[in-house]
């Protein structure tokens, strides 16, 4: 089983440019997450969806949008890249939300504005 | 609001000296759950134990052992006789609604 695939791995982007990151679960979850990891900071939560065509935000979503027009993807879009956008992305996927199941993680996509 | 202190960043061990990650939690939830992840140095995040808050009898899996003492909101996780492949971040994590909120992470290194 794939689980939860996160494109792309890498990317550079220069100041200013936009880019979306797709995140693509194969488990049929309800629930979907963008999480950002940062050096000293653990992962903190950008945005989640709670089923197909819902969004809604999370500790720190300025600077993103969200959207999950089908349910086993869940895309992350930066329009305006920042400097401070510079993180390493994670999505993940539960079958339920608050914990009742563990959650699934993608591999990670580090992204680097310059 | 939820909160998730682990903090001790970094620790650093010699093999086969037993080692305490601490993790310590904030939550008015009665019902929760509590998480450990661990991120090895190819960086993904590989699930190893889930709690609620209604089960505080310790788990022990391998090496591995987890205390969860609702008293002292704690859930700390000790690794017996440390190996080189433990070097990895470890982090705590507790349920705020419908998503989880992480620890900022202990960096775990394993000297031969």
């Known amino acids: 089983n794939a689980g939860v695939t996160q494109t792309p791995k890498f990317r550079v982007l220069k100041t200013g440019q936009s880019m979306t990151l797709l995140c693509a679960q194969d488990?049929?979850?309800?629930?979907m997450y963008w999480y950002r990891q940062d050096p000293g900071m653990g992962l903190r939560l950008i945005h989640y969806s709670v089923g197909e065509g819902t969004t809604a935000k999370g500790e720190v979503p300025d600077g993103y949008n969200v959207s999950r027009l089908k349910k086993q993807n869940f895309l992350l879009g930066l329009e305006s890249a920042a400097p401070s956008q510079t993180s390493v992305y994670f999505c993940?996927?539960?079958?339920w939300g608050g914990g009742h199941t563990e959650a699934f993680f993608g591999q990670g996509t580090r992204l680097t504005v310059v | 609001a939820q909160k998730v202190t682990q903090a001790q960043t970094e620790i650093s061990v010699v093999e086969k000296e037993d080692v305490t990650l601490d993790c310590v939690y904030e939550t008015r939830d009665t019902t929760y759950y509590l998480f450990w992840y661990k991120q090895p140095p190819s960086g993904e995040l590989v699930f190893l134990i889930r709690?609620?808050?209604?089960?505080?009898q310790n788990e022990i899996s391998g090496r591995y052992s987890w205390n969860f003492q609702k008293s002292t909101s704690s859930f700390n996780f000790t690794i017996t006789a440390s190996q080189v492949v433990d070097s990895a971040v470890y982090f705590c994590a507790l349920t705020a609604g419908t998503a989880l909120i992480f620890g900022k992470g202990t960096t775990l290194s394993v000297s031969s």
């Open positions: 993940a996927s539960t079958i």
């Open positions: 709690r609620n808050s209604f089960d505080e």
């Open positions: 488990m049929n979850h309800e629930y």
